[in-house]
């Protein structure tokens, strides 16, 4: 038994964390923080957890903190390294599901997130936490950075093909569409039902901070060449889910595209490679930790095409950060995460 604590539990991905941890059975969760709620039972502001959780909000506090042995941050990004340190200091792990050690290089991730990273030194440390590439490294890290959801579909989707080299890493393209709880529980315009609602647009299509994230992983993968992706992300009037359609120009006609896929996840978990020519649907993994992927290819084309889906607060966000927390304590990797997808 481990206890846990949850920093930023007020959030979509919070609420999916304590979800899946009250099903777990060598988990206890210690505490939960939020400045905005602090003294408020769980259970009042999620009334879907009563009679899971009887815990109360509290402000956080490292000391506290420092008492867990594992803690999540589901915060927004640059919050979790100012506290990350001070917490491996004390001999605590730490799963962070927000951006702050995704990227391995300083100056691109400032770029992207527009602040100064106050914690430099433990980006290198970080491990990447996608577990179908990592595992081996995750099982021995102290702070793993958990992927985003747009990068965990679009990686988990292109990773058969770039490590086979049966394609051409700098000419892919990946057309990401999210439900609206991919962009948080913040009260924002874009989000509300009026605005989101009949409706389907793209956004930050001169370039997402995912990007970055999606292409080291890629190099990751042992890409023969530097690799590009062309993302574009949407989204849709709906709550959970993301479907990523990847687009590859094939290097080697003899490839056995379905046997490569078949062959790579044979033994993942959390990976489900339909029959040649399915089509997976986003509901297929709601509230599941599972990426489910199918290959096509269009008559007299030189073009590979991947869909990919998964839940994005799942093996999106919480999920995900549960199945690492797993391989670092030791666990089993499915602990807590062997329900099936929630249907209609």
């Known amino acids: 038994m481990i ?11 919070g609420v999916e964390l304590l979800r899946l941890l009250a099903l777990h059975p060598g988990v206890e969760v210690a505490l939960i923080t939020s400045r905005s709620e602090a ?34 941050f589901a915060t927004p990004n640059a919050v979790a390294m100012d ?35 106050t914690a430099p030194d433990l980006i290198r440390e970080a491990v990447y936490g996608l577990p179908e590439i990592n595992r081996e490294q995750i099982r021995g890290a102290r702070l793993v950075a958990n992927p985003g959801c747009y990068a965990t579909t679009i990686q988990l989707g292109f990773l058969p093909m770039i490590e086979a080299g049966v394609v051409d890493p700098s000419r892919l393209i990946a057309d990401g569409k999210s439900g609206a709880s991919g962009g948080g529980r913040q009260a924002r315009m874009g989000m509300l039902l009026g605005e989101a609602g009949e409706s389907f647009r793209a956004y930050a299509a001169s370039g997402h901070r995912h990007g970055p994230e999606i292409e080291q992983g890629l190099r990751m993968m042992q890409a023969r060449s530097a690799p590009q992706v062309t993302f574009v992300p949407h989204l849709v009037p ?19 595209f379905q046997a490569i896929y078949e062959n790579r996840f044979r033994d993942e978990p ?6 040649w020519g399915s089509l997976p649907e986003t509901r297929s993994v709601r509230g599941e930790n599972t990426c ?34 797993n391989l670092m304590c030791g666990f089993d990797e499915r602990e807590g995460l062997k329900a099936p997808a929630l249907l209609p």
């Open 83 to 117: 506290s990350v340190g001070h917490l491996l200091e004390q001999g605590v792990k730490v799963v962070d599901l927000s951006a702050d050690f995704r990227l391995q290089e300083r100056e691109v991730w400032e770029h992207w997130y527009g602040t100064t990273h």
């Open 292 to 325: 489910r992927m199918a290959l096509h290819r269009q008559p007299g084309q030189n073009r590979i095409i991947v869909s990919s889906v998964t839940d994005n607060l799942v093996k999106g966000a919480a999920g995900q950060a549960i199945q690492n927390m």
């Open 238 to 256: 709906m709550v959970r889910g993301i479907e990523a359609t990847l687009y590859a120009e094939i290097s080697d006609e003899a490839a056995d």
């Open 3 to 13: 206890t846990v604590g949850i920093v930023g539990g007020t959030g979509y991905t």
């Open 39 to 72: 003294g408020r039972p769980v259970a009042e502001l999620f009334p879907s957890l009563r009679g899971h959780c009887d815990l109360a909000f509290e402000d956080p506090d490292d000391e506290r903190l420092a008492e867990c042995d594992l803690v999540f």
């Open 270 to 275: 959390f990976v489900d490679v339909m029959p």
